[in-house]
Nanobody, 125 residues
Framework: QVQLVESGGGLVRAGGSLKLSCAAS????????MGWFRQAPGKEREFVAR????????YYGRSVQGRFVISKDYANYTLHLQMDSLKPEDTAIYYC??????????????????WGQGTQVTVSS
């Protein structure tokens, strides 16, 4: 089992920045990739970003491309999401995810085994 704990959410004005972090513990050696999803009220979970734990190829959702950057602190098993130029439509609960195997359909939330409890991000206009 892998445990994921997010931090760094909060309230920010449009155009501002926030940095989310996710600390992984447990069987961290089994992790193949980690990433972020988000869910706004009344909407389905949306893929945000993903990074392989032992590689560098990153993927981003279309709505955050160019504004968000996913990164990792490999030594400390911590994942980060730097969010810049935030918009009100970025308001959502952000979830950290991890998967212990190759999953080609990386935008599908069902492909991830482990989820954090989520952290709220609210962007005011």
């Amino acid at each position: 089992q892998v445990q994921l704990v997010e931090s760094g959410g909060g309230l920010v004005r449009a155009g501002g920045s926030l940095k989310l972090s996710c600390a992984a513990s447990g069987r961290t050696g089994s992790i193949y990739a980690m990433g972020w999803f988000r869910q706004a009220p009344g909407k389905e979970r949306e893929f945000v970003a993903r990074i392989p734990w032992r590689g560098t190829l990153t993927y981003y959702g279309r709505s955050v491309q160019g504004r968000f950057v996913i990164s990792k602190d490999y030594a400390n098993y911590t994942l980060h999401l730097q969010m810049d130029s935030l918009k009100p439509e970025d308001t959502a609960i952000y979830y950290c995810v991890a998967v212990p195997r190759v999953n080609s359909d990386y935008t599908n939330p069902s492909g991830y085994d482990y989820w954090g409890q989520g952290t709220q991000v609210t962007v005011s206009s």
